[in-house]
């Protein structure tokens, strides 16, 4: 795995838990020293109201995706074995994603 990759799993949603994909956010350094990964959960719902940490993926069909996603900085820990790559976000996404995860968390 690596940071932008696209990844599903048995995930912690706000509301409920269940198989929803999401996108990579742990480092290169990170992802070689540990056998978890950060990940910033993807969601079809429209977030309302949208925030300053939310983002539309402009690209979510050549990340693997089967319908158009939202990112939330919603940040799990999962272990590696427990996600599925999928894909892999596209430059321009992969900057929003970036841009949004370091305004959450004031880096």
Same mark, same amino acid.
Request: with cysteine; proline share 5%; net charge neutral.
């Given at each position: 795995?690596?940071?932008?990759?696209?990844?599903?799993?048995?995930?912690?949603?706000?509301?409920?838990?269940?198989?929803?994909? %999401?996108?990579?956010? $742990?480092? @290169?350094?990170?992802? #070689?020293?540990?056998?978890?990964?950060?990940?910033?959960? +993807? &969601? =079809?719902?429209?977030?309302?109201?949208?925030?300053?940490?939310?983002?539309?993926?402009?690209?979510?069909?050549? %990340?693997?995706?089967? $319908?158009? @996603?939202?990112?939330? #900085?919603?940040?799990?820990?999962?272990?590696?074995?427990? +996600? &599925? =790559?999928?894909?892999?976000?596209?430059?321009?996404?992969?900057?929003?994603?970036?841009?949004?995860?370091?305004? %959450?968390?004031?880096?």
């Amino acid at each position: 795995m690596k940071p932008g990759d696209v990844v599903v799993g048995v995930l912690a949603g706000a509301v409920e838990t269940k198989v929803r994909p %999401a996108v990579v956010i $742990a480092g @290169s350094t990170y992802l #070689v020293e540990h056998p978890d990964v950060l990940v910033g959960i +993807l &969601t =079809t719902k429209q977030p309302k109201p949208t925030t300053s940490t939310d983002c539309v993926l402009q690209d979510w069909q050549s %990340a693997g995706l089967r $319908a158009e @996603s939202y990112f939330r #900085v919603y940040v799990l820990t999962m272990h590696r074995s427990e +996600l &599925t =790559t999928i894909g892999h976000l596209s430059d321009r996404d992969w900057d929003q994603v970036k841009s949004r995860v370091r305004t %959450a968390f004031a880096i």
